[in-house]
């Protein structure tokens, strides 16, 4: 297990005139993902790098499960956690095998068989068939397949936590997708505490549990890809999260959010027909719904409970979405 607390933890480098990470506080439950977003020069690096002390604070605390990481060893502590980067940093004269096994034999502990099982494990994970990949040299990759091996190294030694610093950053729209899809597969089976730097945000929305917005060093605001669509905490966070995007609220707000408990005459002239939809279903999902089976609205169900909660029209879906920008307008 591994929950990781900041607790005021400020850096300020030195010569500098403001913190470049400003008392930040907040909780990252474990086996959950955390994206850090913000403008470059924001803090995130110098964040994340906290938390595996390749940075030393100026104040406040980082607790791991709630112990105080100043008090642990360095090296102890940097093989708990995983540390992704963009920049890959494969070794160039050795092979993917000895890429993947050096952390883990660094850590010692392993039988060489072990290691060698783990290694196949862990390329198998990483969507690289061992037999085929692990005795060709980093240069006979692709980038993105560079990349998966630096995953791959990163999980070697069973981090209950990795730090991710931009890492799919450097790869095509396609290979990035491929990447994503893989550390959702990952976490699924293995379940880590992911801290990870995106400046996309699309990535941030498809990969994070929680989103941290931070700016000039300050944590601005945290919470779910919904909460800070639907309330975002100012117009920073609005804009970074494209809150002003109908297309954007479609696509991940769900239809509890635009739900009506009754329907006005002429559309209620025989609700037990009307086909449904699950209240965690998207916006979007819905409207296809009501277009595609030309009716005026949905039954909403629960799909934990499973029992109707309400309705969704076009014109409660029209309602929410120009919400945020009569709100604007108003300003
Ligand atoms: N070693 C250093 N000495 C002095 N200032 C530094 C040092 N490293 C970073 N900074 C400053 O601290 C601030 C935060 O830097 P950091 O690298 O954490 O930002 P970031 O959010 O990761 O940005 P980016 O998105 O561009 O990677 C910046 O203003 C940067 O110039
Ligand atoms: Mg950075």
């Known amino acids: 297990m591994a929950k990781i607390a900041f607790k005021k933890i400020t ?8 913190p470049a990470v400003d008392a930040v506080t907040f909780e990252l439950q474990e086996g959950t993902t955390c994206m850090l977003v913000g403008t470059s020069g924001s803090g995130k690096t110098t964040l994340l790098r906290m ?5 030393e604070p100026t104040a406040g ?3 791991i499960d709630g112990k105080n990481v100043l008090e642990e060893n360095p090296i102890l502590l940097r093989r708990r956690i995983g540390y992704v980067i963009q920049q890959v940093g494969l070794f160039p004269h050795m092979n993917i095998a000895e890429n993947v096994r050096v952390t883990a034999e660094i850590a010692g502990g392993w039988t060489k068989q072990r290691l060698a099982e783990r290694v196949d494990e862990l390329l198998d994970l990483a969507g690289l068939p061992p037999a085929e990949y692990r005795s060709r040299f980093p240069r006979q990759l692709s980038g993105g397949q560079q990349q998966r091996v630096g995953l791959a190294r990163a999980l070697a030694t069973d981090p209950a936590i990795l730090l991710m610093d931009e890492p799919f950053g450097a790869l095509d729209a396609i290979t990035r ?12 089976d293995v379940h880590k505490t992911i801290l990870f730097v995106s400046h996309d945000i699309e990535e941030a929305f498809k990969l994070g549990d929680q989103i941290a917005v931070l700016s000039e060093g300050k ?5 779910s890809p919904i909460e800070l669509l639907a309330n975002p905490a100012d117009d920073f966070v609005r804009q970074l999260v494209g809150a002003d995007s109908i297309l954007r609220q479609l696509q991940y707000l769900p239809v509890s959010t635009a739900m009506v408990n009754e329907l006005d005459s002429n559309a209620a002239a025989d609700s037990s027909v009307l086909p449904s939809c699950s209240s965690s279903a998207t916006l979007l999902q819905a409207m296809f719904t ?7 609205a949905l039954n909403v169900y629960d799909e934990e409970a499973q029992e ?6 076009l014109t409660s879906i ?10 604007l307008a108003a300003k």
């Open 51 to 55: 938390v595996n002390r390749l940075i």
């Open 290 to 296: 009501l277009i595609e089976k030309n009716v005026t």
């Open 219 to 223: 944590l601005i605001q945290l919470g």
């Open 308 to 313: 109707h909660i309400g309705y969704v029209t």
């Open 61 to 63: 605390e980082i607790l």
């Open 11 to 18: 850096k300020q480098y030195d010569g500098t005139a403001k």
């Open 177 to 188: 997708a491929r990447m994503q899809e893989e550390l959702l597969r990952i976490q699924r």
């Open 318 to 327: 029209n309602r929410e979405v120009t919400k945020t920008h009569s709100e």
